[in-house]
């Protein structure tokens, strides 16, 4: 069973999104389950449902997942695709209000030490601009 | 019955930190992770009159920017106070393990 809550990067471009999990894996580490999407199907800038779905379940965890978006549709695609989980994941995943990079580094670290999806989430959160 | 003796003590201490980039974002992730694994309350300041931060708290740890050169002060209250103090001094001293 993975111990310590999950993290789901979603970006509108592939590369700002392998390039935030690259970082928070340099920063923080392995022991953080983490899953990154971004991109459309067709190549393009997007967020993708079905991405972002498979991104939940590649870093699930039991202690839950928290996401980290950038823009407009990544937030509304993040919440449709936690919609759709079956109940009993879906109220442990939440989409954080911060902004990706540092958030993503900053819920990760939280996460490392094993703290709660709660606490991870107002670790992030406090990133928000004053 | 039966009494359980809880000893919680206080502990504080001061390093030099040489690290060439200061307190950047990956010695302050490592040094929040070390905290972390201890149940003593524990805060760091940048000077003994304060302001004392969350050492625990990855946000304001990172909101130090603790250039090269300054000295970090630690203090810690709890069970493992002591070992704690010890423990981010090493860290700090052993340059954040940071083999790069």
Same mark, same amino acid.
């Given at each position: 069973m993975k111990r310590n809550v999950g993290i789901v990067i979603v970006s509108h471009s592939p590369d700002v999104a392998r390039g935030t999990a690259d970082m928070v894996r340099q920063m923080v580490g392995e022991k953080v389950p983490l899953a990154w999407c971004g991109g459309d199907p067709g190549g393009g800038l997007g967020t993708s449902v079905e991405a972002i779905a498979a991104a939940i379940q590649h870093a699930w965890s039991d202690k839950g997942v928290a996401i980290l978006v950038d823009l407009g549709g990544a937030e509304t695609n993040s919440e449709m695709a936690v919609e759709m989980l079956p109940a009993g994941r879906r109220e442990r995943v939440v989409v954080c209000n911060a902004p990706i990079v540092e958030g993503a580094v900053m819920a990760a670290t939280e996460a490392s030490a094993g703290s709660s999806l709660d606490e991870v989430r107002r670790t992030a959160e406090e990133m928000r601009p004053a | 019955m039966s009494a359980e003796i809880v000893t919680s003590e206080r502990a504080a201490g001061s390093v030099l %930190?040489?690290?060439?980039?200061? %307190?950047h974002a990956r010695p302050s992730v490592k040094l929040t992770q070390l905290a972390k694994t201890f149940q003593a309350r524990i805060e760091l300041a940048l000077s003994e009159a304060g302001p004392w931060i969350d050492a625990k708290s990855i946000v304001k740890v990172m909101a130090t920017k603790a250039p090269k050169d300054t000295i970090l002060h630690f203090r810690a209250e709890g069970v493992d106070a002591s070992l704690a103090v010890a423990a981010l001094i090493g860290l700090v001293k052993r340059d954040f393990e940071d083999g790069r």
């Open positions: - | %930190l040489d690290h060439a980039v200061g %307190l």
